[in-house]
């Protein structure tokens, strides 16, 4: 089943705007990371908070992890074109051995409008 | 260059036709992974090794093998493909488990076509 989920499924917005995206999950976790897509390519890395930080920042990305409600928002201010991509969450979830699965949502598609 | 490789890029075959993908990195990382990205159900976690001679199973594992027997390889290996099987696979490295907040490095992906 699915840890992660994003919300919305596809967001378009205007070059200049800020660009929010959600994640909920399931179960308590370590970390959870956001990663970026571009069309058909592997996914980059972009920042990961840890299960007792509440805010992190990275350039333009702006990320919030609520334990309490399972959920995690990012933010990308000012966007441009070249942030048009698919967004995932992912989260640490337990195996035999501690939390060495990785689990990803099913991400957000972002496009941002010239 | 830090890199992650998988050969083939694109492959199709038929049903039933045995066939591996490779994954290399260069990193030196002790764990690796592979996924399959399916329109509407994002990545989905095919196996994962922790480090050498050490795989377990993730979300989706039927009809999938894996070995580790070096630290740098961590090949896919589809005994009897079946069109279900069609999908875009990747795989990906980190120097630990996801549970030690470490970040995955991925492969540029498979893309397989089973007829």
């Known amino acids: 089943s699915q840890q992660g989920e994003e919300d919305p499924q596809a967001l378009s917005i205007q070059e200049g705007e800020n660009a929010t995206m959600n994640c909920s999950y399931k179960?308590?976790?370590?970390?959870l990371q956001w990663y970026r897509q571009n069309s058909g390519r592997g996914l980059v890395h972009l920042i990961l908070?840890?299960?007792?930080?509440r805010e992190k920042h990275s350039g333009r990305l702006r990320v919030t992890l609520d334990t309490s409600k399972k959920s995690s928002s990012l933010l990308i201010t000012a966007s441009r074109a070249a942030d048009t991509a698919s967004y995932f969450c992912?989260?640490?979830?337990?195996?035999?051995?501690?939390?060495?699965?990785?689990?990803f949502g099913t991400g957000t598609r972002l496009t941002i409008i010239p | 260059e830090a890199q992650v490789t998988q050969n083939p890029r694109y492959l199709i075959t038929v049903t039933g036709k045995k066939l591996t993908v490779t994954c290399s990195q260069n990193?030196?990382?002790?764990?690796m992974s592979w996924y399959r990205q399916d329109p509407g159900l994002g990545l989905r976690q095919i196996y994962y090794?922790?480090?050498?001679?050490?795989?377990d199973k993730g979300d989706v594992p039927e009809g999938y093998k894996v070995s580790r027997k070096e630290k740098r390889n961590f090949p896919l290996i589809l005994e009897s493909p079946s069109p279900n099987q069609t999908s875009l696979y990747f795989c990906?490295?980190?120097?630990?488990?996801?549970?030690?907040?470490?970040?995955?490095?991925f492969g540029p992906g498979t893309r397989l076509t089973v007829t």
């Open positions: 990906a490295s980190s120097l630990s488990r996801p549970g030690g907040s470490y970040e995955q490095y």
């Open positions: 179960t308590s976790i370590n970390n």
């Open positions: 908070i840890r299960s007792n930080e």
């Open positions: 992912a989260t640490d979830a337990e195996g035999d051995f501690g939390n060495e699965k990785l689990t």
């Open positions: 990193m030196n990382h002790e764990y």
């Open positions: 090794s922790m480090n050498v001679e050490v795989t």
